[in-house]
């Protein structure tokens, strides 16, 4: 057998089938992994009889590959990364390609380039979104890194990408250094978004409006068929339609205590480290830490009341208010997603794509939805575009939107049903199209007690000015200064 044409570290589930993926595509794939024993179960299994080199070390491992090397490390974000690196550098020759396509923290991509590069070697840390499913089949995927580098692999992870229906591989060189896990990471706060409102949405069908699983399934097949055409409501419809053996739903059997692994955590602190209002991501985030504290919820709800009110509405008129207030506020998600990411650009010296980061997100990852499409053809038309709302499709998109966004909400908060993804995301919007906030009296405030000082209306930007409001206060200020 020859050489092959990259190393694929670590045989969970995504290393597999990425390794399956590739090889399929015509590439021969080295295989490696810590417990070597793993290494023999699969080349005897699933890989039994392809183009797929079992190595039990990393010299063997090495030696199997064409120069320049690549090696991609699917192994548990963190500590194990560095640690293989660590391994891997003194076999390696400079040129050879170190690939992360794990969910690691972009800042540690950001270090680990320039460790790796000044060992006189390549590094590219990349996002891999689409699950088991996506990694067999066709992820997306978002390198950044080592730009160099990127011709060497650019052949083989367009080829195993997802595509759209225009048949473009939903993978492109995203940027420097930590870029593509930046990018990644950004993809699964909208991702925490976009299930949280869906899940808003289905509390309200049911909870609200008394609706059973098979009338919400055939809404949500309904939506799938028209502008909310996604993997998350494609999915939605298919687990509110599941019966297990004996008959029952298979929804109504879950717990509602939510798991996070922490990429949405990240987003909303980064977020807040570059000074960007992703309010509805912050908000996601926060509702599952509320659902994780399930047994004071459960003691709280003998003691706290709310509102005893039932829907009294148009049934019909509610549902189709749904689907505007959920679109509206997808809507609002992205805005924001790519507003950040616009901020971490001018940060850390990065040159993104916007338009291309919408393509990558087209197939494959689990925010895959029709929607995209309209943000590429906005960037594309407009790559300095300040924010997506601006855009006319999506200003015209919330505006027909907006009477049935708001009514969502009321009829919530009436109903004492929590809506803090789509209320947020309608807040955002009025706070973003309000030409005068209140913050005058906020920052009266701060000069009252502190000192901090104001700017007026009346002089150029950057005079700053404070007032001794009690008298006993004097002249002086504290110094200016911004988190």
Known sequence: MSKADIAVVGL???????????????????????????????????????????????EEMVANLKTPRKVMIMVKAGKPVDDFIELALPHLEAGDILIDGGNSHFPDSIRRTQYVESKGKLYIG?????????????????????????????????????????????????????AGHFVKMVHNGIEYGDMQMICETYQMMKQGLGMSNAEMHKVFAEWNAAELDSYLIEITRDILGYKDAEGNAVIDLILDTAGQKGTGKWTVVSALDTGQPLTLIGEAVFARCLSAIKEERVAASKLLTGPAKKFDGDKAQMIDDLRKALY????????????????????????????????????GCIIRSVFLGKIKEAFDKNPHLTNLLLAPFFTEAVASSQESWRRVVSGAVKLGIPMPTIGAALAYFDGYRAERLPANLLQAQRDYFGAHTYERVDKPRGQFFHTNWTGRGGDTAASTYMV
């Open 328 to 363: 509206a506020s997808k809507i609002i998600s992205y805005a924001q997603g790519y507003q950040l990411m616009r901020a971490a650009a001018a940060e850390y010296g990065w040159n993104l794509n916007y338009g291309g980061i919408a393509l990558m997100w087209r197939g």
């Open 126 to 178: 990349t996002g891999v979104s689409g699950g088991e499913e996506g990694a067999l089949l066709g992820p997306s995927i978002m390198p950044g890194g080592s730009k160099a580098a990127w011709e060497h692999v650019k052949p083989i992870f367009q080829k195993i990408a997802a595509k759209t229906a225009a048949g473009e591989p939903c993978c492109e060189w995203v940027g420097e250094n930590g």
């Open 12 to 58: 969970a589930v995504m290393g597999e089938n990425l390794i399956l993926n590739m090889e399929s595509k015509g590439f021969t794939v080295a295989c490696y992994n810590r417990t070597v024993s793993k290494v023999d179960d699969f080349v005897n299994g699933r890989a039994k009889g392809k183009d797929i080199l079992g190595c039990h070390s990393i």
